[in-house]
């Protein structure tokens, strides 16, 4: 990809322990998360496991909450080679829905 607006540099130390702090603080709280909220996960991402999507779909306290999971798709969902089944229809139709894409450690949800 040689698009400039992708960031292809090195993430820092202090990133990567301010995130997983944050996803800590997240799954301590996520029965108090009661907003509506869209998740849109390909199941073949090795970044972002879809074991944990859906472990923080099923936890939220949200009467209002959707998943969508992608076979054959990985972590960058509108890049992929099968970004033609994902379409703005998937998240349109969620109407009130608040779209946002949420990292959980893998480890903590494999079997």
Same mark, same amino acid.
């Not at 960058?76 to 970004?83: K, N, Q």
């Not at 779209?99 to 959980?104: E, K, M, N, T, Y």
């Given at each position: 990809?040689?698009?400039?607006?992708?960031?292809?540099? +090195?993430?820092?130390?202090?990133?990567?322990h301010e995130m997983l702090k944050a996803m800590d603080s997240i799954m301590a709280n996520l029965g108090q998360i009661e907003w509506p909220f869209l998740i849109l996960q390909g199941e073949a991402d090795r970044i972002v496991s879809s074991k944990g999507?859906?472990? &923080?779909?099923?936890? =939220?306290a949200s009467v209002d909450k959707t998943i969508k999971l992608y076979s054959a798709a990985f972590h960058?969902?509108? &890049? *992929?080679? *099968? =970004?033609a089944q994902v379409r703005a229809p998937d998240c349109l139709t969620a109407g009130s829905h608040v779209? &946002? +894409?949420?990292?959980?450690r893998r480890y903590r949800f494999l079997d």
């Open positions: 990809m040689n698009d400039p607006l992708v960031y292809k540099g +090195s993430l820092r130390a202090r990133w990567g999507a859906t472990t &923080f779909c099923a936890g =939220a960058e969902l509108l &890049f *992929d080679s *099968d =970004a779209s &946002f +894409s949420i990292g959980i």
